[in-house]
Every structure is written in structure tokens, then in C-alpha cells.
């Protein structure tokens, strides 16, 4: 079976980056990285997703290996709001209506 | 910038009893998911509509629950003679064709 793999929790200080790795075992030629992230008591929100090239956005980076089966997810200076469960997700192909397939993400906890 | 709204967010209910929720995606969105979380988990898929027509449907979602999306805009999840194991969030996302799927904050459901 497909297997996405991410660390249960990371902690970050504010102001510094934070780095969240993903593996997946597998992953198709058309299926892209996304990444969400989910405040506490709030729907998940969309944050960046990429196919084979990195990617840069007004909130994050994400960097995918060549391989694609890594991928990291950047917040270049963390603040308190980042405090998060981060989810690393494969979907596809583009145009696709499936649907997305949460594991149990990162904690993510930045600390004053 | 009118995001997902979903309504009620909270409701308590008697075991027994049917509950409705309302979701109202983004207005340009032409496809619509719902789906279930519950504590320390991710969300799981339950059913998912592309304008009025439901396209797929999870087999979590039991003969109890019924949803739908008249006209191809707002939708509605009920959920007949609610058990203790409906108890969860539920949340709703729409999408405009293969574009990134946006989540409105959810409706949180207790059953006593």
C-alpha cells in the first residue's frame, strides 16, 4: 500500500524557518505535492502545491526532489499564527475531481 | 473574498434525531466535497458533486446520511436518526475543475 510518511510533531522558534518533510513510497508521473494546513478549530487551507519543480508563494516554498517521492515545505519566518497541523498530500492527475486523502500530517508548534 | 461558508458551526443534538448542514462553496466553484473529521484524525472523503449531479460517494456514508446540491449551488448534508459515532466535524470544500480545493471552517456535531 502507498505510504505517506511525516514526522507526528516538529517545534519551530518564531522567527526562524520552519522545514516539514514528507515522503511518499510511491508516487505517479502525474500526481502533484499539495500541502494544508489545519488552524485548530478551522477548516484545512490550501498553502502551495508543485509537480516536479519548486515552487514559491506569499506563504511558503515547497521543494521536491528529483525522485519526487520528498518534498519540504518552507515557511521561511515561522510566527505564532503557523502554529498548525501541516498535511502532505499526493493528488491527481491535473483537471481530476478526486478527492483529497488526509494521513495525520505535522504538529507544527512555533514557540515565542 | 467570500470563502466557504458552512452553517450551523455547532450542533448538539439528541441521539435518534436528524440533523441538516449547509454548505455554500465559493460561487464560481463548480465542484463541491464533504467530508468528515474526527478528534486527531485527518479528513476523510464522504461524497462529492460536480455542478447539481453527485459523482462519488464514500462508503462511510451509510444509507442514514443523504446529501445534495440543487441547481449546482449551495448543498446540504442530512443525517437521519444520528448515532453516537456521527459525532465529528463535517466540512465542505469546493473547487473550480482541477484547481486547489478550498475548505469552509466546518460544522462541529454532538450527539448526547
Known amino acids: 500500500d502507498a505510504k505517506t510518511t511525516q514526522p507526528p510533531s516538529m517545534d519551530c522558534a518564531e522567527g526562524r524557518a520552519a522545514n516539514l518533510p514528507c515522503n511518499h513510497s510511491?508516487?505517479?508521473?502525474?500526481?502533484?505535492v499539495y500541502w494544508y494546513r489545519q488552524i485548530h478549530s478551522q477548516g484545512p487551507q490550501y498553502i502551495i502545491h508543485?509537480?516536479?519543480n519548486n515552487e514559491t508563494n506569499e506563504m511558503a516554498s515547497l521543494i521536491i526532489t528529483e525522485d519526487r517521492k520528498s518534498s519540504t515545505l518552507i515557511l521561511p519566518h515561522a510566527t505564532l499564527r503557523d502554529t498548525a497541523v501541516y498535511y502532505c498530500?499526493?493528488?491527481?492527475?491535473?483537471?481530476?475531481?478526486?478527492?483529497?486523502?488526509f494521513g495525520s500530517g505535522t504538529q507544527l508548534t512555533v514557540l515565542p | 473574498d467570500t470563502g466557504v461558508s458552512q452553517n450551523p458551526r455547532h450542533k448538539i443534538t439528541k441521539r435518534g434525531q436528524n440533523v441538516t448542514f449547509r454548505c455554500d462553496p465559493i460561487?464560481?466553484?463548480?465542484?463541491l466535497y464533504w467530508y468528515r473529521q474526527t478528534l486527531g484524525q485527518g479528513p476523510e472523503f464522504l461524497t462529492y458533486?460536480?455542478?447539481?449531479?453527485?459523482?462519488?460517494k464514500s462508503r462511510l456514508l451509510s444509507d442514514r446520511f443523504s446529501a445534495e446540491r440543487p441547481k449546482g449551488s449551495f448543498s446540504t448534508l442530512e443525517i437521519q436518526r444520528t448515532e453516537q459515532g456521527d459525532s465529528a466535524m463535517y466540512l465542505c470544500?469546493?473547487?473550480?475543475?482541477?484547481?486547489?480545493?478550498?475548505f469552509g471552517d466546518g460544522t462541529r456535531l454532538s450527539i448526547l
Open positions: 460561487s464560481e466553484h463548480n465542484r
Open positions: 508543485g509537480l516536479k
Open positions: 458533486f460536480q455542478n447539481e449531479a453527485q459523482l462519488e
Open positions: 470544500a469546493s473547487s473550480f475543475m482541477g484547481q486547489p480545493q478550498h
Open positions: 498530500i499526493k493528488w491527481g492527475p491535473a483537471g481530476s475531481a478526486r478527492q483529497l486523502t
Open positions: 510511491t508516487i505517479s508521473g502525474n500526481e502533484y
